[in-house]
């Protein structure tokens, strides 16, 4: 998708850098190999490495999703702990090797939650994902969410490992729409540092609407949040700092 111009635009010329782990080696070799051989016009070299500074090198945009799976057993402070020390090192590279642009510009990927309930209203409504108009409350309020929320467990369980064409196409929106900006009149979804916007504690990672232009994010003020809404928002918000309090007990064991 990046190498055919999905998410940079078709103008855009790329180098790819491609990290890895040693035991991943031989198919991120054959990834690359396939890369050279489909002859993207506007790919002009892929780096395949398990080196993480020669991956971070000079890069302009990092997408992080190079992580340890959650596997049957594990606790939550088990696969964080595994993943916040992958993410420090990541960080660290990031931090000496990178272009100044890339580190100081970090999100989170929530878009493809905000897809997926997209596709969720179109399929209710029976009408293409574009459309706006929902006026069942109920289902609203319970089938919608919980469809929304258990759709990678859904995936998971029909095909044995998780999304991963959604997770990659939602990975891509979020970062083309972040770049070349939101299309006119939309927002979308993105996980940004809170500035204390709709009550949510400033300097958490929350998901906002936001709306983008020439890669800078802002985020979509003055909506009415309904006593429903409050609570879903404020439950997250709680969940989310015991999350960040679980990775810096990680950080600093
Ligand atoms: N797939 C989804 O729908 C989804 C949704 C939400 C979050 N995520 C998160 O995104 C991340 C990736 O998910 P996935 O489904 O692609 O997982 P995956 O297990 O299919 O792929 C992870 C890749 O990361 C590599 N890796 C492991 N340790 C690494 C390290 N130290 N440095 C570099 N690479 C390393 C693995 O070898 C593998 O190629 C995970 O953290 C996952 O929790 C995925």
Same mark, same amino acid.
């Given at each position: 998708?990046?190498?055919?111009?999905?998410?940079?635009?078709?103008? /855009?010329?790329?180098?790819?850098?491609?990290?890895?782990?040693?035991?991943?080696?031989?198919?991120?070799?054959?990834?690359?190999?396939?890369?050279?051989?489909?002859?993207?016009?506007?790919?002009?070299?892929?780096?395949?490495?398990?080196?993480?500074?020669?991956?971070?090198?000079?890069?302009?945009?990092?997408?992080?999703?190079?992580?340890?799976?959650?596997?049957?057993?594990?606790?939550?402070?088990?696969?964080?702990?595994?993943?916040?020390?992958?993410?420090? @090192?990541?960080?660290?590279?990031?931090?000496?090797?990178?272009?100044?642009?890339?580190?100081?510009?970090?999100?989170?990927?929530?878009?493809?939650?905000?897809?997926?309930?997209? #596709?969720?209203?179109?399929?209710?409504?029976?009408?293409?994902?574009?459309?706006?108009?929902?006026?069942?409350?109920?289902?609203?309020?319970?089938?919608?969410?919980?469809?929304? /929320?258990?759709?990678? @467990?859904?995936?998971?369980?029909?095909?044995?490992?998780?999304? @991963?064409?959604?997770?990659?196409?939602?990975?891509?929106?979020?970062?083309?729409?972040?770049?070349?900006?939101?299309?006119?009149?939309?927002?979308?979804?993105?996980?940004?540092?809170?500035?204390?916007?709709?009550?949510?504690?400033?300097?958490?990672?929350?998901?906002?609407?936001?709306?983008?232009?020439?890669?800078?994010?802002?985020?979509? /003020?003055?909506?009415?949040?309904?006593?429903?809404?409050?609570?879903?928002?404020?439950?997250? #918000?709680?969940?989310?700092?015991?999350?960040?309090?679980?990775?810096?007990?990680?950080?600093? @064991?």
């Amino acid at each position: 998708m990046i190498a055919r111009g999905m998410m940079l635009g078709p103008d /855009q010329p790329m180098i790819l850098h491609l990290l890895d782990i040693e035991p991943a080696s031989s198919s991120l070799e054959a990834v690359k190999m396939e890369l050279q051989d489909s002859a993207f016009p506007l790919l002009k070299g892929v780096i395949a490495t398990t080196d993480v500074v020669e991956a971070c090198k000079d890069v302009n945009i990092a997408i992080m999703i190079g992580g340890f799976p959650r596997i049957a057993g594990m606790e939550r402070k088990d696969v964080m702990s595994k993943n916040v020390v992958i993410y420090k @090192a990541q960080a660290s590279a990031l931090e000496r090797y990178a272009s100044e642009d890339c580190k100081e510009n970090i999100t989170c990927l929530t878009r493809l939650d905000h897809n997926r309930a997209l #596709a969720q209203l179109a399929d209710k409504l029976s009408v293409p994902t574009d459309k706006e108009l929902a006026t069942d409350h109920n289902w609203l309020k319970n089938e919608f969410i919980t469809e929304v /929320q258990q759709r990678g @467990a859904a995936i998971l369980r029909a095909r044995k490992q998780s999304s @991963a064409l959604s997770a990659a196409s939602a990975a891509c929106d979020h970062i083309r729409d972040w770049f070349l900006g939101t299309p006119k009149g939309t927002w979308v979804s993105m996980g940004v540092c809170s500035d204390g916007s709709y009550g949510i504690p400033p300097g958490l990672v929350y998901s906002f609407p936001v709306i983008c232009e020439k890669g800078s994010w802002k985020i979509v /003020q003055g909506l009415s949040i309904d006593a429903f809404s409050r609570e879903k928002m404020d439950d997250s #918000a709680r969940e989310l700092a015991e999350e960040k309090d679980l990775a810096y007990s990680c950080l600093n @064991a």
